[in-house]
């Protein structure tokens, strides 16, 4: 049933625990393991495409930002730029730009703003969108749904997993067909990962520390959460979580910018989130540099990495192509922020101010 909670205490939870069928869903007729290949059903002619703008708010901002991450992997230049602050001016706009609103409603006032105003320059525009028929679905050139099914919780979860993926397919996609010059990023094990990521994320969900965790840190201060590249926006991410439904202080960067300003925030009552999931040792070393002001320490990452050292709580991802170790780092943050929230008893499904979908300026 699309509709009710089921066994579940709150929608929340229950998008949370549908994310390996809502993956399924999204990844669909889109990747085919057996030749390896990603098979993106887009009509809109992409070949002279040689920059892309991914423009969104709130959780799909930071899936743009992890898109914008992975298409510069790629060699394909990309930014990603906050709806509420774009005007023609703030991206180096080309008639060969490539122009995606990521929405899950279709219908935030910012966007569809960013949206119309890209539309009179005459460049391709794309929606990243769950809702069909939605404004911006209508409004874009084209639509790429993402097929996660209604989501009914304020704070989206499982839309930001199928955002993640759909960008992740039209990263390579797109690499594919501008010819970057750059391989496909890792494309074998990206397609063999990525069709398995349904059931990897249902392997998280039943073994997750989450919720013992939740309740080890209640009545602190406030809350950090790191990580580089694509773990920047995970971490991101988590911390929008986490403030939206716990009411808590919480805030999410990247790792290297902690000693520029955070860390004189960080006692032994800021506990700070790392998400691990690079091969990287930089933010073992920031995360060190907080563990040294008394910070606790949880490491959001495989069970071999370096990091482990100085974690004082881990939450477990396994070591997969770092589209999928992210995506299943953000899985164990949605967990932990419900179950803080629940420990709070907070209002989960709708949280105070907030709205799910914001249609003013
Ligand atoms: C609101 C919601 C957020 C959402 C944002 C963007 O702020 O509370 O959860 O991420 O809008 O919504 P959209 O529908 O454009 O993805």
Redesign the pocket.
């Known amino acids: 049933d699309e509709t009710g909670k089921g066994q579940f205490d709150h929608f929340m939870l229950k998008e949370i625990h549908t994310q390996p069928t809502s993956l399924q869903k999204t990844l669909e007729g889109r990747l085919d393991p057996a030749s390896g290949e990603i098979e993106l059903d887009i009509e809109t002619d992409l070949s002279e495409v040689d920059s892309v703008q991914l423009v969104?708010?709130?959780?799909?901002y930071h899936a743009a930002l992890f898109g914008a991450s992975l298409l510069n992997r790629c060699d394909v230049p990309a930014r990603a730029i906050r709806a509420s602050e774009y005007d023609l001016t703030t991206g180096s706009l080309t008639d060969n730009t490539l122009f995606i609103a990521?929405?899950?409603?279709?219908?935030?006032a910012d966007?569809l703003s960013a949206l119309r105003q890209v539309n009179e320059e005459g460049v391709e525009t794309l929606a990243v969108t769950n809702v069909v028929q939605s404004t911006a679905a209508r409004e874009a050139d084209e639509p790429v749904y993402i097929r996660a099914g209604p989501e009914i919780g304020?704070?989206?979860t499982k839309?930001f997993s199928s955002q993640a993926a759909v960008l992740t397919l039209l990263s390579q996609h797109l690499s594919d067909i501008v010819d970057s010059g750059v391989p496909a990023d890792n494309l074998d094990r990206l397609v063999s990962d990525m069709a398995d990521l349904p059931d990897a994320v249902e392997r998280v969900l039943q073994t997750s520390d989450a919720k013992r965790l939740a309740r080890e840190y209640l009545d602190m201060n406030a809350y950090f959460f790191i990580g580089r590249g694509l773990g920047c926006s995970v971490a991101k991410e988590g911390a929008l979580k986490f403030k939206?439904i716990t009411y808590e202080h919480a805030e999410g960067f990247a790792s290297g910018e902690l000693k520029h300003g955070p860390l004189a925030l960080v006692t032994d009552r800021t506990p700070v989130f790392a998400v691990c999931t690079d091969g990287s040792d930089k933010t073992v070393t920031n995360a060190k540099e907080a563990k040294t002001r008394g910070a606790p320490i949880v490491a959001i990452c495989p069970s071999d990495h370096q990091i482990m050292d100085a974690a004082d709580e881990h939450l477990y991802v396994p070591d997969r192509h770092p589209v999928c170790t992210n995506l299943l780092a953000n899985v164990q943050l949605q967990l932990l922020s419900y179950y803080c929230a629940t420990e709070l008893d907070r209002e989960i499904d709708k949280p105070r101010n907030?709205?799910?979908?914001?249609t003013v300026e």
């Open positions: 969104g708010c709130g959780t799909s990521v929405t899950q409603s279709g219908e935030t966007t304020v704070a989206a839309t939206e907030l709205a799910k979908s914001v």
